[in-house]
């Protein structure tokens, strides 16, 4: 079209860059400067679909479909790879490239990938694993190793996570396939909170377990069903301990909910004057014969 309307576009066409052969076409088929010019209006194409697919789906479908936010991430990242190899398949077309021209380049990556690349195209296919099986999703509250977080971004080669001090933390995507990996909210976002007590010796036990049970059944994220419940799990060193396991529904609100248990808990037993204990020692001494205590203070002559 361009051709037509701008004549001095035509001789882009009669320069001939190289040729190939095509199979069921008589001669070859030229490429020229305008051909190459194609080829980097297909590259700009695929990049900007690329880069605003995930924004158009998300307006335009995605928010009218009760999905999780998981499979919306799902849908969007394999779109943009379908998008890719649509684009380079096309790319790779118009050059006149064939299976047969390039399948020595396929050879040499096998090579390559049994030496050095094994690593990389492991995180690629547990990737693509990931995105279809979805052991984990975006969102999910994880631990990996030592790390808590939740998951951001799931990439070709990595997994995004941020923990609690909002610090990334990038795990190999192989890692979640052959590794152990906690889920906290992999088919249900229920999970249990336990808070930890310790009252002094002689305080009223039944007291204590009393008001654990109250502060869990005041607060309305606790749920009634699996029902709260309190332990006298030991008599410890410094303290007796008392133990309150409970549930929630959702597990964004973990954090903030152990805040306020715990806010409720101090409270009450502050109130009800039940002294909650702290790590403490007495010292025996054992001596032959009686101590030698002196007292020295400072005069203006010295020491007396």
Known sequence: IWRDMLPALGVLDDITLWSYSKPGVEGVVPITPLSLGLVFLILAIMIVI?????AFLEITLLQRLNISQGSRYTVLTLSKYTVVAVGVAWIFSTLGGSWSEIQWIFAAL???IGFGLQEIVANFISGLIILFERP???????TV??????????????TTIRNWDQQEL?????NFITQEVIN???SDQTTRILIN?????????????L??????????????????????EEFGDNALLLSLRCYIDDIDFRLRTITELNKAIYREMNDAGIEIAFPQRDVHLDTPRPLDIRVQTDTPGGIS
């Open 50 to 54: 690329t880069r605003q697919l995930p």
């Open 110 to 112: 096998g090579v390559g």
């Open 136 to 142: 984990i999703r975006v969102g999910d509250v994880v």
């Open 145 to 158: 190793g030592t790390t808590d977080g939740i998951v951001t971004r799931i990439r070709i080669r990595a």
């Open 170 to 174: 990038l795990v190999p995507n192989k």
């Open 184 to 186: 906290w909210s992999l």
């Open 197 to 209: 007590v310790g009252i002094a010796y002689g305080s009223n036990v039944d007291r204590a377990m």
């Open 211 to 232: 008001i654990l049970e109250e502060a869990a059944a005041e607060h309305p994220r606790i749920m009634d069903d699996p029902a709260p419940f309190v332990v006298f």
